[in-house]
């Protein structure tokens, strides 16, 4: 069974149209993650805490943009809900897994970490204030 993804579906389009706000907002956050690195003498945990939380929050996006795709696709709208619902628990099972790994690893700094759960939003928000503006 090929589960090839069609580019022009509604939610990848969407997510794609997400991609420069969220890049914009990581590439200030790793600029200002740089100046405290040096500032703090070079703490690496970081850095490795800040590519975690990205490599994570990437995770965490794309499979809520896959769930919120395939739930379109369901035969009614009870049946893609209680799917998006089971999806959103398996999804936040996933978060607490993988930050409790990233809080007991000594070389991840799990401030830093989470910061990057929070760029979604600051991308949707930035671009509803921009095609507001508009």
Do not use: H, W
């Amino acid at each position: 069974m090929s589960m090839a993804i069609n580019k022009n579906e509604p939610v990848y389009k969407e997510m794609r149209s997400l991609l420069p706000y969220y890049l914009a907002a990581n590439g200030v956050y790793f600029a200002v993650m740089l100046v405290i690195f040096f500032a703090a003498g070079f703490d690496y945990t970081l850095l490795v805490g800040a590519v975690y939380g990205n490599i994570v929050c990437v995770g965490n996006f794309l499979a809520l943009g896959k769930t919120a795709q395939s739930s379109l696709k369901r035969g009614s709208a009870k049946s893609a809900q209680t799917y998006m619902i089971n999806m959103y628990c398996l999804r936040y099972l996933g978060l607490f897994l993988l930050l409790t790994i990233g809080a007991l690893a000594p070389f991840i700094n799990l401030v830093a970490a989470v910061i990057p759960l929070f760029f979604p939003r600051i991308a949707i928000t930035a671009r509803a204030i921009i095609k507001k503006e508009e």
